[in-house]
């Protein structure tokens, strides 16, 4: 079985040449690229195993999650959770959310970000509005068996399982419309390969477009604070409330705040996620899911802290040393600058100026805007290779490594199942701290060796 990401010189040239001949004309990504690996990324089979089970837990977990808002607009659980998270948000997003149209609709696409660190993997958010579809699909069928050869690893989803699990999603649906708003378009050409490899059934279109019928499917490929720039959401989120188009992921904002990982680890909600999720489940998300809080600048009584950090204000963060500050800060969602990276700040590689500068935008945001913060693991130093086309070499670096595995969710209400797609790894040089897509990241799927 080959190394980790190392192989030869000639056999790493052989393959990098041919995986880069096989990307469509207009690439994947509009104005980006990445690095090519002339390897999947390969996993202990134990790791392999947990990520294949892992898409059961995480729905039981959106499920409770929605459960958990709607019992609070009802007054059956604590009033501020739901206040909590309607925080900002337009009062018409608001009434989708509570629709009875939309009450059994969960995202149908789960996608985590895993670091994997010294002590253990890691997930430090959910995502049920991802980009990188497409990309892991292409990825997989080039993977497969590059160049032609009869490769040492199975790939984790096998040769099309994101393609079977992304068409399964619509059930009976006669057109699946998958809606791109431009601040999506950077993804736009992936899921125009993705429609294209699905058939005539699939679509791309713009968020102009309005020839909807009746059963028709959507995938909403836009954000929900950006509803503004998108003139067909209206219309798109009225007709699936009164059922005649089915949207997915659903317009349910609460949804896809991160600090809906705060929330799991609050200690007046433990009861209710231990009964929902169930003690297993519960075990095994805080065992993944690095402690989380919700900043909020309302003061404490002078003799309460800040459970874990032993603060008694936010503003005592900024009193921590460098290496106290093993600590992420960023805005849970609902904002621009709550996706891509962006508005994410790790304290111990920051200056205290630019550290207290991040937990002053906190605090002044949450009325609007809620932050979280989150422990950070280092993600563990990995071996892996790319290939430099410029300089005709392979080139074996140590990097950072961030897991995103795809589950695919088919079935109704209490049926309903996820089942994993495929998982694409990112690898970034050690020099980068937050681990995401980047021009100098390498992108491969995720494997295990025969």
């Not at 992921?249 to 705060?262: G, N, R, S, V």
């Not at 701290?433 to 990241?441: C, Y």
Request: aromatic share 10%; net charge neutral.
């Amino acid at each position: 079985m080959e190394a980790q990401g190392v192989v030869s010189e000639e056999k790493a040239a052989e393959r990098a040449r041919w995986i880069r001949a096989q990307l469509p004309p207009g690439g994947l990504f509009a104005g980006a690229s990445w690095r090519v690996g002339p390897t999947p990324f390969l996993l202990s089979r134990e790791l392999a195993a947990q990520l294949e089970s892992l898409g059961r837990v995480l729905l039981q977990f959106y499920r409770a999650a929605d459960l958990l808002y709607r019992q609070s607009v009802a007054g059956r659980q604590p009033a501020w959770v739901a206040e909590l998270l309607d925080q900002g948000k337009p009062p018409e997003l608001i009434a989708w959310q509570r629709h009875a149209g939309f009450r059994h609709e969960l995202p149908r696409v789960i996608r985590p970000d895993v670091l994997l660190t010294a002590e253990g993997p890691r997930i430090t958010e959910l995502d049920s509005v991802p980009g990188g579809i497409g990309l892991t699909a292409w990825l997989q069928e080039v993977y497969h068996r590059p160049a032609g050869e009869e490769p040492a690893w199975h790939l984790l989803g096998g040769r099309d399982g994101v393609v079977r699990g992304f068409a399964g999603i619509f059930g009976s649906a006669p057109r699946v419309h998958i809606v791109v708003s431009e601040e999506s378009a950077m993804y736009r050409p992936e899921m125009e390969w993705l429609a294209g490899r699905l058939g005539g059934r699939f679509a791309v279109r713009d968020v102009r477009y309005r020839e909807y019928a009746p059963g028709d499917a959507v995938y909403r490929f836009f954000e929900l604070f950006d509803l503004e720039n998108v003139p067909v959401a209206r219309e798109l989120f009225d007709r699936g409330a009164r059922g005649e188009l089915r949207i997915t992921p659903p317009p349910k904002p609460a949804l896809e705040e991160k600090l809906l990982l705060a929330l799991l680890w609050n200690r007046n909600l433990r009861e209710f996620w231990r009964r929902e999720l169930g003690a297993a489940f519960l075990e095994r998300l805080q065992g993944w899911v690095p402690y989380t809080w919700v900043v909020d600048p309302a003061p404490l009584p002078p003799h309460a802290a800040i459970p874990e950090l032993g603060l008694t204000d936010w503003r005592q963060l900024k009193t921590l040393s460098q290496r106290q500050r093993q600590l992420i800060l960023k805005v849970s969602g609902f904002a621009p600058h709550a996706w891509g990276a962006r508005g994410v700040y790790l304290g111990s590689d920051l200056s205290l100026e630019d550290w207290s500068a991040a937990v002053e935008r906190a605090l002044a945001e949450f009325p609007r805007n809620p932050w979280v913060l989150q422990r950070y693991h280092a993600p563990a130093r990995q071996p892996a290779q790319w290939f430099d086309f410029d300089q005709g070499r392979v080139v074996s670096f140590e990097g950072r490594v961030r897991l995103c595995p795809y589950y695919f969710v088919t079935g109704e209400r209490e049926r309903a199942r996820a089942h994993l797609g495929g998982v694409l790894a990112t690898i970034c040089p050690l020099d980068k701290k937050i681990v995401h897509g980047m021009n100098e990241a390498v992108e491969v799927p995720a494997a295990v060796g025969v």
